[in-house]
C-alpha cells in the first residue's frame, strides 16, 4: 500500500458512508463481519462512528442461509453515495452476479470508490471487470475456479487478504474479519484496530501473506505452549530473540517449533515477528512523540535503521511521514 492509497478516503471517519450489498441467500456470518467492524458504535472507546448502509441487491425481503427474512433501508442507488463499498460474499460462484449490480459497482470504482470483496465476494467483483490484471484472493476451495472463469485476474491462492490500494479482496470466513480490520487500519490506524479486535476478542492482526489453509497443531488440543510463547512474544517485542532460544523455551528442538510454528501461525518466526514489531512502531508512531530512534528501540528493531528500511518495505512509507500524515488526517 501506498500513501497515495489513502488519498481519497481521508474525511471519511464519521462522515462517510460504507455501503454493505445484501442478497438472497446471504450467510448471515459473512453480512455481520463488516457490520460489527464498522457498524458497532464504540465512541466510548475512542473509534469513529461510520455511516453504514446495508444495500439489497435484490427487490423484497432478502432471505438468509439461515432460515430468517431480512428488510433492509436501502438499495442499489445507495451504493452510488459510497466510498467504500463491501461485497461479503456471493451465494453461488457459479451464478453470474445480477447485471444493475455489477453496473453499480463499475460506476463506483471509476469515480473513485474503494470496492471489497469479501470471501466468494471476489467473483462479484471479477465479473464487474474490476479486477482484470489486479491480484486477488478468495476463499482456498474457489481459488482454481476464480482463476479459470476470470484468467485476466492474478488469483493469490496462498494469503489471507490482497490490499491493492482501491481494491481489496479476502479469503473465507473469519479471513474476511482481517480484511476488514486491516482496512479500519488504514482509515484509522493501528491503536483503533486493535481497540476493535479487543472488543471482538480476536486477534488484532494477522499478516495478508499467511497462508490461508494451515493445518491444525497437534497441541491445539489441551493446553498449547505455542499459545503461551506467542502471548510471551508479543509482550516481549523489544527483545531481540533466536530460535534456539524460543525452542528451549518450550522445550522442542529447533526443527520442531520451527514445523510447529508455522502450523499455528501459517507463517514463519521470523516473519511473524516483524508484522508484530511492524504494527508495535505504527501505535508508538500514532500515539505519542517519541523519536523514531526511541520507537525502533521500543518495538524491537534495534536501530532507526532497520526500523526505516522494514517501515518502508511494508508500507511504502517512512516512519516519520506516516506519522505525519496520519495526524494531518485526523485534524
Do not use: H, K, Y
Given at each position: 500500500m501506498t500513501a497515495g492509497h489513502n488519498s481519497y478516503l481521508r474525511g471519511l471517519g464519521s462522515k462517510g458512508a460504507i455501503a454493505v450489498v445484501v442478497f438472497d441467500g446471504i450467510s448471515p456470518f459473512h453480512l455481520a463481519v463488516p457490520c460489527a467492524v464498522f457498524g458497532e458504535d464504540r465512541?466510548?472507546?475512542?473509534?469513529?462512528?461510520?455511516?453504514?448502509?446495508?444495500?439489497?441487491?435484490?427487490?423484497?425481503?432478502i432471505r438468509t442461509s439461515a432460515g430468517f427474512r431480512i428488510t433492509t433501508r436501502h438499495g442499489l442507488g445507495s451504493l452510488g453515495k459510497a466510498q467504500i463499498i463491501i461485497v461479503p460474499s456471493w451465494r453461488d460462484p457459479d451464478e453470474p452476479p445480477p447485471e444493475p449490480l455489477l453496473r453499480e459497482l463499475?460506476?463506483?470504482w471509476e469515480r473513485g470508490a474503494l470496492l471489497v470483496g469479501l470471501c466468494l465476494g471476489t467473483f462479484v467483483l471479477a465479473a464487474a471487470g474490476v479486477l482484470d490484471g489486479r491480484p486477488a484472493t478468495t476463499h482456498w476451495i474457489a481459488t482454481e475456479k476464480l482463476a479459470r472463469r476470470f484468467p485476466r485476474v492474478r488469483v493469490n491462492r496462498d494469503v489471507l487478504y490482497v490490499d491493492d490500494g482501491d481494491l481489496m479482496t479476502s479469503a473465507g470466513t473469519a479471513a474476511a474479519i482481517d480484511c476488514c480490520l486491516h482496512l479500519?487500519?488504514?482509515?484509522?490506524?493501528?491503536?483503533?484496530?486493535?481497540?476493535?479486535?479487543?472488543?471482538?476478542?480476536v486477534s488484532p492482526h494477522r499478516q495478508s501473506s499467511q497462508a490461508q489453509y494451515v493445518e491444525p497443531a497437534v497441541s491445539a488440543i489441551g493446553t498449547n505452549p505455542l499459545a503461551e510463547l506467542l502471548d510471551w512474544l508479543v509482550r516481549n517485542l523489544q527483545t531481540q530473540h533466536r530460535l534456539d532460544g524460543l525452542a528451549k523455551r518450550v522445550c522442542m528442538s529447533r526443527r520442531t517449533l520451527t514445523r510447529r510454528f508455522r502450523q499455528v501461525t501459517g507463517t514463519t518466526v521470523g516473519r511473524w515477528l516483524l508484522a508484530q514489531r511492524l504494527a508495535l512502531a505504527q501505535r508508538w508512531l500514532e500515539t505519542t512523540d517519541e523519536p523514531v530512534e526511541r520507537v525502533a528501540d521500543l518495538?524491537?528493531?534495534?536501530?532507526?535503521?532497520?526500523?526505516?528500511?522494514?517501515f518502508s518495505k511494508a508500507f511504502a512509507n517512512s516512519p516519520t511521514r506516516y506519522r505525519k500524515e496520519f495526524r494531518s488526517e485526523r485534524t
Open positions: 465512541r466510548d472507546a475512542g473509534v469513529p462512528r461510520f455511516d453504514v448502509r446495508v444495500c439489497s441487491a435484490e427487490a423484497g425481503t463499475r460506476r463506483a479500519l487500519r488504514r482509515l484509522c490506524g493501528a491503536e483503533i484496530a486493535n481497540r476493535v479486535a479487543r472488543r471482538m476478542v518495538a524491537g528493531f534495534g536501530s532507526a535503521v532497520s526500523l526505516r528500511q522494514s
